[in-house]
Structures are given as C-alpha cells and as structure tokens.
C-alpha cells in the first residue's frame, strides 16, 4: 500500500449537478454539491463537518429522475484513454481496486440519514428497488473491467454505516436489504477470480461482521479503536476468513504521546497479528493534523521493523 492505485471508471451520478453557491454570508456559505444535496459550510469555525440541509431523492418520483444519472452504459464511464491504460497496468508491480459502490452509503447520501432510517420502516418497497438497482448497475459497469484487466487484485465497497457503539441500520435491516444485491456483485467478482473484496466501514463494525462474511466481503477497515474494535478478537471469532487492515490507533500519535505510548499500542497486537497473516498494520484512519512528524515517523519506523523482521 505504499503504493495503490485505483481503476478508473466514472460510478458517479452523470451528469452531475452543477455545483453552486446558493446563498452566503460573513460566516457561512450554502452550497449545492454535484450529487444535487444543499449542505451549509461554516467559513469561520476551520476545520468541521458542514450541515447538511436537503437532499436529492426525497420520493418516487425524485428518485425515478435522479436514477437516469446512473445510467452503466453512458460513455463516461471509462476514460478516453483506457486502451493505453489497459497497457500500463499489465505488469504493475503495486495493487489495483476496483470500486464497486455502496448498499448503503450512497443511499443515504442521496436521501439523508434520518430520512432513509424512517424509509426502511414507511417504504420498503422503495429501497429494495434502490438496491437492485445499484447492484444493476455495478454488475453492468465493472464487466468490461473484469473483461479487460484479469488480474485486479481486490475490490472495495464504501459504506461508513457504524458510529462509535454500533450499526446504523439493524443486522436484520442489513439482511433484508442489502444482503443479497450485494452478494450479485460479489459472486460476479469472485468468478473473476478476486478473491479480497474490502469494506471501508467505520465505527464500530461488530455485529454487521458476520453479515459481510455472508456477502462475500472478507476484508474490513479502518477498525477504529476508539469504537471498540478489536482486530484480535474477530480473529479469534472468524478466523483466517476474515482479513484485516487498520486498528492502529490514531490517538496515540498525538501532541503530548510519547514514543512508549506509540510503541504500547504497536507491540499489543502487531506482533501477534503479522504472525497469523491476513493483517496489514495501519492507522484506524486518516491521521489527524495534532500528529507531530517526529511521532508518525517513529510509528512507521517501528511498522516496517516489525514487517520486515516477519
């Protein structure tokens, strides 16, 4: 993962919005994105999450014109150049993904998370149309990939469906909606031969665990610490059939840690998890900007110690 590069195909809805800014002030600013959802972003307060305010598919009806967007077929989805790139991927000596959507984080991205919680329950009908229809489009959309580059190393499927204590949606939801379109794709991958298929989920992933397994999703990340994750245990739980990557907590590498901290938390599961295989150390997410250099560096230090000694 040092380096990692990802194929480029267009999932995105097409045409996008145009993005706009709708209304602005001293402190603030009211956007519309290219998925067509209006969020407010603080201009005044740094770094934070902005709020976000409407969204595109709100019905039917809003959702029968937003799916013409994301249309497989249309001729952006694979770059102009994409005989040439075919070309230059075929000796790579680095690992390529393959992106094959979201069962649940796109939707709630097109419809809000408090409105599709209440969707499960008022339409369901409607959100099983809009999972078949992803896994539609997915399977229609990564074919030619599949076709043209043979050996992909691994797939990955977004979701972000976890906060700190649990899912989002229940297990049973889980099953009920997403379980089998996205086994479609998986089984499509699978039969392409790539037998790694990542789910970048975070929060804690506990319970939706053994239903990704069922899925065919058998890699999981970012495994965040600070919700409880613990790569050991799920190890002991599902054995080598699951693989891991992640569980390198963040906050031990900040302002004020020391390098015992650092090497505190490397040395209570690294050691033991390389050992057993199926585990790619690495922060529980993207490191935050209260990182000093010295202590990553003296973490990445001790990672390629440790992997190198294996």
Avoid at 49 to 69: A, I
Avoid at 145 to 153: E, K, Q
Avoid at 176 to 202: C, F, H, N, W
Wanted: proline share 7%; charged share 30%; aromatic share 12%.
């Amino acid at each position: 993962f040092d380096r990692c590069e990802v194929v480029p195909i267009n999932t995105g809805p097409w045409p996008p919005f145009e993005e706009k800014i709708v209304e602005q002030t001293a402190e603030w600013r009211i956007v519309e994105d290219e998925l067509g959802s209006q969020r407010k972003i603080w201009t005044d307060r740094g770094i934070g999450m902005p709020q976000w305010l409407s969204y595109p598919v709100r019905d039917r009806d809003t959702w029968e014109r937003f799916k013409q967007r994301l249309d497989p077929h249309a001729p952006v989805r694979y770059p102009e150049y994409w005989e040439d790139y075919k070309r230059s991927v075929r000796d790579r000596d680095y690992p390529l993904q393959l992106r094959i959507g979201s069962f649940y984080g796109w939707i709630r991205n097109w419809v809000g998370m408090e409105h599709l919680a209440l969707w499960y329950a008022d339409c369901p009908e409607l959100i099983h149309e809009m999972t078949q229809y992803i896994a539609d489009f997915m399977l229609a959309l990564i074919e030619r990939a599949l076709r043209d580059i043979p050996d992909l190393d691994y797939a990955l499927l977004w979701e972000d469906m976890c906060h700190k204590t649990g899912p989002l949606i229940s297990p049973a939801a889980f099953r009920e909606y997403m379980s089998e379109p996205m086994k479609r794709v998986t089984s499509r991958l699978q039969e392409a031969g790539i037998d790694i298929i990542m789910v970048d989920s975070d929060g804690k992933v506990d319970e939706l665990l053994p239903l990704w397994l069922e899925a065919g999703v058998n890699l999981h990340y970012p495994l965040e610490v600070a919700a409880g994750c613990d790569p050991l245990h799920y190890r002991e739980l599902y054995g080598r059939d699951i693989l891991l990557i992640g569980a390198i907590d963040k906050r031990v590498m900040r302002d004020g840690c020391t390098k015992q901290d650092i090497e505190r938390e490397v040395m209570s599961k690294v050691p033991e998890l390389l050992k057993q295989g199926g585990f790619s150390p690495w922060v529980d997410h993207a490191v935050p900007p209260d990182v000093p250099f010295e202590n990553f560096r003296y973490y990445m230090d001790l990672i390629n110690d440790l992997c190198t000694a294996k």
